[in-house]
């Protein structure tokens, strides 16, 4: 699942401890660029309300030492939900553990989250907490557009680009939205909007499952976003010589609550 070392996997292996025995619906690797950071071990868990029924919350407080507000917060919300994801990364300014607390879709589309924005249904809630600092986590809203034309999706992240400084992650997004839209209809594919707590940081996320695009096929936009970003080229290679054969299941980027630039490829395990 990992290949982390010390506190970290000792954190992380908190968490494969807590789901084991049960059923996971699914389980997805990613990593993400930042300036002169490659994080690499990130991973996800997925958990149905059969599964996550069975699962000790108190002892998801302790072990991952969830802020209570937030525990308590997000044990309200699994009343009402219908999928539960629990991952974890860590890179060298901290470690983060995230519950993603998936709702049933709304009957009817809501406002988006920016002005502007197609109207959306709020699917999830994110929280997500550094387990060595004991502040309350961080609550994110995502918002989910469904059945965009490859138009309609280009309008949408353009909204955002502007607030991506460097202009190489911009062409990196556009390329390999592009290339994934050559085989599939973009139409297939599910945009969701990301807002953090109250503040106006927005980032995005498109889901391109089925284009079913090997990570091989967008090496070379990569590897030029890495750049841009100082990225360790030999660390992305290792990284995409390991898993060049893993389809494409997300691509994310905007900037971080530091305001920095970020990219983010989820891919199957």
């Given at each position: 699942?990992?290949?982390?070392k010390?506190?970290?996997?000792?954190?992380?292996?908190?968490?494969l401890?807590?789901?084991?025995?049960?059923?996971?619906?699914?389980?997805?690797?990613?990593?993400?660029?930042?300036?002169?950071?490659?994080?690499?071990?990130?991973?996800?868990?997925g958990?149905?309300?059969?599964?996550?029924?069975?699962?000790?919350?108190?002892?998801?407080?302790?072990?991952?030492?969830?802020?209570?507000?937030?525990?308590?917060?997000?044990?309200?919300?699994?009343?009402?939900?219908?999928?539960?994801?629990?991952?974890y990364?860590?890179?060298?300014?901290?470690?983060?553990?995230?519950?993603?607390?998936?709702?049933?879709?709304?009957?009817?589309?809501?406002?988006?989250?920016?002005p502007?924005?197609?109207?959306?249904?709020?699917?999830?809630?994110?929280?997500?907490?550094?387990?060595?600092?004991?502040?309350?986590?961080?609550?994110?809203?995502?918002?989910?557009?469904?059945?965009?034309?490859?138009?309609?999706?280009?309008?949408?992240?353009?909204?955002?680009?502007?607030?991506?400084?460097?202009?190489?992650?911009?062409?990196?997004?556009?390329?390999?939205?592009?290339?994934?839209?050559?085989?599939?209809?973009?139409?297939?594919?599910?945009?969701?909007?990301?807002?953090?707590?109250?503040?106006?940081?927005?980032?995005?996320?498109?889901?391109?499952?089925?284009?079913?695009?090997?990570?091989?096929?967008?090496?070379?936009?990569?590897?030029?976003?890495?750049?841009?970003?100082?990225?360790?080229?030999?660390?992305?290679?290792?990284?995409?010589?390991?898993?060049?054969?893993?389809?494409?299941?997300?691509?994310?980027?905007?900037?971080?609550?530091?305001?920095?630039?970020?990219?983010?490829?989820?891919?199957?395990?």
């Amino acid at each position: 699942m990992h290949q982390l070392k010390g506190d970290d996997a000792s954190w992380a292996n908190a968490l494969l401890r807590l789901v084991a025995g049960l059923p996971l619906y699914g389980v997805e690797k990613s990593f993400k660029l930042g300036p002169a950071e490659l994080l690499r071990d990130r991973f996800l868990l997925g958990l149905k309300p059969d599964a996550y029924a069975r699962l000790d919350l108190d002892a998801l407080r302790t072990a991952l030492a969830m802020p209570e507000r937030s525990f308590a917060s997000m044990a309200a919300d699994l009343k009402r939900a219908n999928f539960l994801g629990l991952a974890y990364e860590s890179g060298a300014k901290q470690r983060v553990f995230k519950a993603y607390v998936e709702f049933p879709v709304p009957a009817r589309r809501q406002p988006g989250p920016t002005p502007g924005s197609v109207a959306a249904h709020m699917i999830y809630h994110g929280y997500k907490w550094d387990p060595d600092r004991g502040e309350d986590a961080a609550l994110t809203q995502y918002w989910w557009a469904p059945q965009l034309t490859l138009a309609e999706i280009g309008a949408c992240i353009a909204r955002h680009q502007a607030d991506i400084k460097r202009a190489e992650v911009r062409a990196t997004v556009q390329q390999i939205i592009a290339r994934c839209a050559r085989d599939c209809d973009a139409r297939q594919f599910q945009y969701i909007e990301a807002r953090e707590g109250m503040g106006s940081r927005v980032s995005y996320d498109l889901n391109v499952y089925p284009a079913a695009l090997p990570l091989a096929e967008i090496a070379g936009p990569l590897k030029n976003a890495a750049l841009a970003l100082a990225v360790d080229p030999l660390a992305l290679e290792a990284l995409l010589a390991q898993s060049a054969g893993r389809t494409l299941g997300h691509v994310s980027a905007g900037t971080d609550r530091h305001g920095q630039d970020f990219l983010t490829i989820y891919h199957e395990q």
